[in-house]
């Protein structure tokens, strides 16, 4: 696959990022941007992951989510091993651009998680006031 | 505001990272995690922010939501001067917890985004295949 090492521009002022239409990712330190993956089939947050130049690029280009892998440091095209291909319908960016939000038709089983459910929010968090704890419900499907 | 620094336990092996029921956020090398917040009237995505440790110890006492503002480096109770008090509903975490996910109430007008508008994902990414760029559409309110 051929992908250009697209120029994505430095952000520039406040103003023009928050209001204009130039798309300046605003990279962290480690070069990376957050991005959502929400269902486009009910708009439900599949997963929160991260992505490099390279991969937000490839994302572009292709129309298929790519992120970068923190934990295998690594590109990863989401689905190229389980089947779970994001196309992805719209991108949007927020107010500093510093996060994406995309929205997604999920392919193979539909799902999204490696521990195998459709989405990886799969806990909630409740607070024990008594204990001044937080624990997590039972893991579901 | 009498606030307990709460002791989040440190994470553990993967399978009671991921299966589990302790709440082991992992926190990355800033101290923060990722939070996506959504509305609770259509699931909506709002906003991603991050919390440390002491943000997310007052999210969970107060049942309100506290952020930590990376750019004024300090605590932020979001609403507190806008009126736009985020009441969670419901907060979950992810596989590997690292970015949580909270459902909201918005007090005030309703809106989320220092811009004035109710979310801040308000711009989309279109792709110019021709000339391999990437621009958001106009802002609108």
Not at 83 to 110: K, P, S
Request: aromatic share 8%.
């Amino acid at each position: 696959m051929s992908t250009r090492a697209a120029a994505f521009d430095a952000p520039g002022a406040r103003a023009e990022v928050e209001e204009g239409t130039a798309f300046t990712p605003r990279f962290d330190r480690d070069g990376l941007v957050a991005c959502i993956a929400v269902d486009a089939r009910d708009g439900r947050v599949l997963m929160l992951a991260h992505m490099n130049a390279e991969s937000l690029a490839r994302t572009l280009e292709t129309g298929e989510a790519w992120y970068w892998s923190r934990s295998r440091g690594e590109l990863w095209h989401k689905g190229a091993t389980s089947g779970q291909i994001q196309r992805v319908v719209e991108m949007r960016t927020d107010c500093d651009q510093d996060a994406l939000l995309i929205t997604v038709e999920v392919g193979g089983d539909g799902g999204c998680c490696h521990t195998g459910r459709r989405a990886c929010f799969y806990r909630t968090v409740s607070w024990d006031a008594a204990a001044g704890r937080a624990a997590l419900a039972p893991a579901g499907a």
